[in-house]
């Protein structure tokens, strides 16, 4: 299942892994997304935000941490499409610690939609996949860029 | 009562010897009597000193049973009542355990209960309101949700103040106080999906174009 990342993910879940209190955010992410089928991405407590149910849906999944439950977590605001089995991720915030927030606003997930939709049309998204448990870019190369 | 039986009880003792002295004169005849009387004049003596003897008896009884017969019931419960056997340690040990595994099944069951309720939350956001009836429904369903997670807040309020310093299902309220915190979330997010992001213009301008 290929996974998309944007440079806006890239550079959330760098900040968040400098603090010790969010450092477990790559592990986290592979466990939900890296390692689970398409479908157990969508069904497994995902809320849809908006887009085609059964095509494009644009969704909000809460990551349970291993410390603590889901509602001090993490929050993943990702893109699926369904047919082609892609997965983009687009923005990831804690629950709860210092670099925490709350749901995040109407506004911010137009401007998500926004940078879905610019991403897709100018070829933006990088494609990354998992090597020796951590996240690495998609290449040719023996020894693959590490994203975080 | 007590007193009735026991007067009753004198009746009957009267009534058997005037029978038995009638069933002895009756086997006489009359002139045998009067000849038998005028013999012996001491059998009427005896005759009134019986009846008089069984009648202050029955009256004297009367008062001399009661007490002695409340007495005797008295001394009667005294000498059968042993004392109630407490409880041993170990007994109390062990009712103390039960009553806490019981509870933690109750808040094992009850937070499985609110999984599912949050898991049909995630399902509610799959669907899409078509109609006012729709619309009155999840609006329905916000506000009942949100009482619910009050009165379920309070509980563990209550569960937290009298069992966290004891050290009792700390494991237990805290996954319930986790649930309790992801339906809050899940309520917020309904309200917001529903309610903000999906009636909002440019966002579903911005869904149709892709």
Redesign the interface.
């Known amino acids: 299942m290929p996974v998309f990342l944007t440079e806006e993910f890239v550079s959330e879940v760098s900040l968040l892994l400098k603090d010790t209190s969010h450092n477990d955010c790559e592990k986290e992410i592979i466990k939900s997304i890296f390692n689970s089928s398409l479908e157990e991405v969508r069904l497994n ?7 085609d ?1 059964n095509k ?3 969704l ?1 999944k ?1 990551i349970e941490t291993e410390n ?5 977590g993490y929050r993943l605001y990702f893109w699926l499409l369904i047919e082609e089995e892609n997965i983009y991720l687009l923005f990831i915030h804690p ?1 709860t610690g210092r670099r925490s927030s709350t ?1 995040i606003t ?1 506004e911010k ?2 401007e998500l ?2 940078t ?2 610019n991403h ?1 049309k100018n070829n933006l998204f990088k494609e990354v996949e998992v090597q020796n448990g951590r996240i690495v870019y998609c290449s040719e190369k023996k020894t693959k860029d590490l994203v975080f | 009562m007590y007193k009735n039986t026991t007067f009753s009880f004198f009746l009957q003792v009267f009534y058997y010897i005037c029978l038995r002295d009638c069933e002895f004169f009756h086997s006489l005849t009359l002139a045998t009597i009067l000849k038998r009387v005028k013999k012996n004049k001491r059998n009427i003596f005896y005759l009134v000193f019986l009846f008089r003897f069984v009648y202050n008896k029955f009256f004297k009884k009367k008062m001399v049973n009661t007490i002695s017969n409340i007495g005797t019931e008295i001394s009667l419960i005294i000498s059968k009542t042993s004392s109630v056997s407490t409880i041993s340690e170990q007994e109390r040990i062990n009712n103390f355990l039960d009553s806490i595994n019981k509870l933690k099944v109750s808040l094992n069951n009850r937070v499985e209960k609110l999984k599912q309720i ?2 049909l ?2 399902q509610l ?3 899409d309101i078509k109609s006012k009836e729709d619309e009155e429904l999840i609006k329905k369903i916000i506000i009942d949700s949100k009482k619910f997670h009050s009165k379920l807040l309070r509980n563990y309020v209550n569960l937290k103040n009298s069992l966290w310093q004891s050290n009792i299902c700390r494991e237990e309220i805290t ?1 319930y106080k ?2 309790l ?2 339906i ?3 309520v ?3 309200e ?2 529903f309610f ?3 009636t ?1 213009e ?3 301008n ?2 149709k ?2």
């Open positions: 407590g995902c809320k849809r935000l908006g887009g149910p494009s849906p644009f909000r809460r603590a439950g889901k509602s001090s629950k749901n109407t997930q137009k939609v926004k879905f939709t897709r | 949050d898991s939350f995630a956001t799959w669907v996954c986790n649930i915190d992801d809050e979330d899940s917020f997010e309904i917001q999906i903000s992001l999906r909002d440019e966002f579903n911005l869904l174009s892709i």
